[in-house]
């Protein structure tokens, strides 16, 4: 699952390396744009969708964290 998540993330924003941070957050690389997006992106992608309570930095602060929530979130 983190390879597909990190493939969607990768076309929807190429100048991000997801993968050289495990605080994608807490370090400033993602804003809200950009997390409102990914959002967007996910939820077309894997059918899923995204509950407000969901959207915490624990969730986005790297592409484990998003895959995990991408999994529970399909059942």
Same mark, same amino acid.
């Given at each position: 699952?983190?390879?597909?998540? !990190?493939?969607? +993330?990768?076309?929807?924003?190429?100048?991000?390396?997801? #993968?050289?941070?495990?605080?994608? *957050?807490?370090?400033?690389? !993602?804003?809200? +744009?950009?997390?409102?997006?990914?959002?967007?992106?996910? #939820?077309?992608?894997?059918?899923? *969708?995204?509950?407000?309570?969901?959207?915490?930095?624990?969730?986005?602060?790297?592409?484990?964290?998003?895959?995990?929530?991408?999994?529970?979130?399909?059942?």
């Amino acid at each position: 699952m983190e390879e597909k998540v !990190l493939e969607v +993330l990768a076309q929807e924003y190429p100048q991000i390396d997801f #993968s050289a941070s495990q605080a994608l *957050v807490d370090d400033g690389i !993602l804003d809200s +744009l950009t997390i409102t997006g990914m959002i967007a992106a996910l #939820s077309m992608e894997f059918g899923i *969708v995204i509950p407000y309570e969901e959207i915490i930095e624990e969730n986005f602060n790297s592409v484990k964290a998003l895959a995990q929530m991408v999994e529970r979130l399909r059942g």
